[in-house]
């Protein structure tokens, strides 16, 4: 019959899951084979024609003590006892192609017939799961990791070396206890539909939240929350791991911002490089005027030296290369202030004066002008200013408001609350409000009077190398400066 005849009866309190789970082979009274199943031949990998006939020692290479004691067992009286009988051992057996595996025997006599019966379980695989746990636990317990367990009720049921190190409790402290000590309170609603969609069987990989250590601040960590199954495939328990990922956070940060200063160096460059470019253009442009009057001045001289217009090509000529001449000033001038060269000396000094000599000036080159100078809250007082600073803020306002004034031009000067504030107003156009600001900006020109488009920006460009500022407000140009020298100074610098 395939696989040996049919099973003999199994001693009383023997499962029917461990028999049919379990190898079954009897010998007689000279430990001779005489019953092999199908689930020993699947143990051994001898068939049960191979098998019956020849003694167990010889087919599976059993110690000499167990071969002995199953034939003593089997001329043994049904009552007696022997060293097998209801009891297990472990024995390195042989395998049909001569690997060794290990196996588990239980034996125990059968009525009163001569005969043993011995159940034959191969541990090869609880062994190697045993050592898979053991390797697992080692590997749990050693992991720089936090590794915490916690049943559905959310008690902590295991806590590894690795958690003691992140968070500083030790095991004893928190085994028992809720995980929710571990949550921020601002962070406890989304602890809590994390650990739901858990137990509803979803896992969690590499959310990243933060979490409260014994002593310190909340640490970011980055947690993989999984679900622990029984083998019905029910959520029996819920199982963390959390990785400390402050400092990876800190040198994303870093490395975000080195990016964003990059990035924003990278945009002066070529807004430096635009700048230059445009001013470059504008500047020739600027120059172009003076300097081909200049050449074609030159050259109607050179054809006809006694020409009638002689002079008044000279003239042009000596106009022309003082106005590039002017014009070269002014964009040195303005690379100065772009490259912070220039120097603020301030130093107590009379405003009134200095404003009075600029409008006598004024008053030599544009005598048909009425020009109106007031000083209020001026008195004595003598603001610590950068006295050349001032004159030429001051001339190149005046400058600029003579060429639009119909008939008059004012001059107001404010020294109040630590700030000196001198207002230049005429009775022209005034500006646009499209062209408030545009007004300072450099080779912008303004109506049919407009000269280089260099005086304004320059204006403004040392006022606030002075610490303070030039706008357009209310009809007239307002310069403010600060009167306190170690503001100037500093602004200065």
């Known amino acids: ?98 690997h060794s595996l290990p196996v588990e025997m239980t034996a125990w006599a059968q009525g009163d017939k001569p005969l043993v019966m011995a159940l034959v379980r191969d541990l090869t695989a609880p062994l190697q799961a045993e050592a898979a746990m053991s390797r697992l636990a080692a590997i749990v317990t050693s992991s720089p990791d936090a590794i915490i367990s916690e049943d559905l009720c959310g008690a902590i049921t295991s806590w590894n070396d690795g958690a003691q190190q992140l968070f500083g409790w030790a095991a004893a402290e928190v085994i028992g206890k ?41 640490l970011d960590v980055a947690l993989t929350i999984s679900p622990v199954r029984d083998d019905a495939s029910r959520v029996t328990a819920v199982a963390t791991i959390a990785r400390d990922i402050t400092e990876q956070r800190w040198l994303a940060g870093a490395l975000d911002e080195s990016i964003r200063q990059l990035q924003a160096a990278l945009e002066a460059a070529e807004s430096a490089e635009e700048r230059v470019r445009t001013f470059m253009e504008n500047a020739a442009h600027q120059l172009r005027g003076p300097i081909t009057g200049v050449h074609m001045s030159a050259e109607s001289l050179l054809a006809d030296p006694w020409q009638p217009d002689r002079q008044r090509l000279l003239a042009n000529m000596v106009r022309g290369a003082a106005r590039a001449g002017q014009m070269i000033a002014s964009l040195l001038r303005a690379a100065r202030l772009d490259q912070g060269e220039h120097v603020i000396s301030p130093a107590p000094c009379d405003i009134l004066g200095i404003c009075t000599d600029e409008v006598d000036r004024l008053y030599s080159l544009a005598p048909n002008l009425d020009i109106v100078l007031r000083a209020d809250h001026v008195d004595d007082a003598r603001p610590a200013v950068d006295a050349e600073t001032v004159r030429e803020i001051l001339a190149n306002l005046l400058d600029n408001a003579r060429r639009y004034a119909v008939q008059r031009i004012w001059v107001t000067i404010t020294v109040q609350n630590a700030i000196v504030e001198i207002r230049v107003a005429d009775d022209g156009p005034g500006l646009p409000n499209d062209l408030l600001e545009r007004a ?32 357009y407000a209310d009809g007239a140009f307002v310069l403010r400066l600060p009167v306190n020298a170690d503001e100037a100074a500093a602004a200065a610098r």
């Open 1 to 98: 019959m395939p696989g040996g005849p049919d099973r003999l009866p199994l001693p009383q309190g023997w499962g029917k899951v461990e028999a049919a789970d379990d190898g079954l082979v009897t010998v007689d009274a000279d430990g001779v084979v005489v019953a092999w199943d199908d689930a020993t031949q699947a143990v051994f990998g001898w068939s049960s024609h191979e098998a019956l006939g020849r003694t167990l020692a010889d087919i599976i290479g059993a110690p000499a003590a167990v071969a002995d004691a199953l034939a003593d067992l089997a001329r043994s009286q049904p009552e007696a006892t022997g060293p097998l009988v209801r009891r297990r051992v472990c024995l390195a057996a042989r395998h049909r192609d001569g």
């Open 178 to 218: 809720h995980a929710s000590l571990l949550v921020p309170a601002n962070l406890a609603d989304e602890a809590a539909r994390l650990t739901e969609r858990v137990r509803r069987g979803q896992a969690e990989k590499n959310y990243e939240t933060r979490r409260l250590p014994k002593h310190g601040q909340p």
């Open 440 to 471: 300072f900006e450099r080779f912008v020109t303004v109506g049919d009077h407009a000269g280089s488009g260099l005086g304004l920006p320059i204006a403004r460009g040392l006022a606030r190398a002075h610490g303070g500022d030039l706008f």
